[in-house]
């Protein structure tokens, strides 16, 4: 009897083991998965780009640096017609000249032909506008600005050092050229420029290339030390060459 007990007490332990371990076992059979985790949002960080917008380009007609209008020079320092310059308005801090005198538009072959800057007198500055950095046209339009200085100094004044061409009143200096012939340039008269004045004009004469019956030919006076050939004003071609003369500067 103590026997059987002990048997029948062992198959019950046995049974019951078995019966918890399928009870535990049975969720883990039944369970279904468990559903990814949602996504989260992508929030974009790029900021869309605008459309590039393209700037107008000023073009060669008679609005472009026309009289009255005021520019600025973008190259500081520069003078005469290698200077660029673009227009602003007048009243802007940023104003350096006034055009003082605009030629017209010519297109074609009339704008092939040499054509001077035709400056009144204290034109700071001659603009070639088919030259001028701002331009966007052809070679077959030409035009030209002429430009004074809204505030001191003023080169293109006599004695001031540059302005278009040599008039009476300027001072230059002797030049030593590449093949050796001797020329002259513009200085300022108060010793304030890059060089000395060595000479001043004092009397100008147009030199007949073919002398008229009866004309009088032209000299300097006695007073006078040099004498030299003004060059031509930009873009025009001088058929009878400009002379000056010039004492020595004390």
Not at 224 to 245: D, E, K
Request: glycine residues 10%; hydrophobic residues 30%; aromatic residues 4%.
């Amino acid at each position: 009897m103590p026997r059987t007990l002990l048997r029948t007490a062992g198959t019950g332990l046995a049974l019951l083991t078995a019966g918890l371990l399928l009870v535990g076992c049975e969720p883990a059979k039944n369970a279904k998965a468990a559903p990814p985790p949602s996504p989260s949002p992508t929030v974009s960080t790029t900021t869309p780009t605008p459309a590039a917008s393209t700037p107008s380009t000023p073009q060669l007609d008679d609005s472009y640096f026309a009289e009255g209008k005021c520019a600025r020079a973008l190259n500081p320092g520069g003078s005469g017609t290698t200077s660029h310059y673009e227009m602003v308005p007048c009243d802007s801090p940023n104003a350096e000249a006034k055009v003082t005198k605009r030629s017209g538009t010519l297109t074609g072959v009339a704008a092939a032909l040499p054509h001077g800057a035709d400056c009144p007198d204290g034109t700071d500055v001659a603009l070639d506008l088919t030259q001028n950095a701002l331009t966007n046209v052809a070679r077959n339009k030409s035009a030209w600005a002429c430009l004074r200085n809204l505030h001191d100094p003023h080169p293109g004044d006599p004695g001031g050092g540059g302005g278009v061409g040599i008039v009476v009143g300027d001072c230059v200096y002797a030049v030593k050229s590449a093949s050796g012939s001797d020329s002259v340039a513009e200085t300022r008269c108060d010793g304030k420029g890059d060089h000395k004045p060595e000479y001043k004009v004092d009397k100008e004469y147009v030199k007949q290339t073919v002398s008229l019956k009866g004309s009088t030919e032209h000299t300097c006076p006695e007073e006078a030390t040099v004498s030299f050939t003004i060059p031509a004003p930009p873009g025009t071609l001088a058929m009878n060459p400009t002379i000056a003369c010039a004492e020595p500067v004390d």
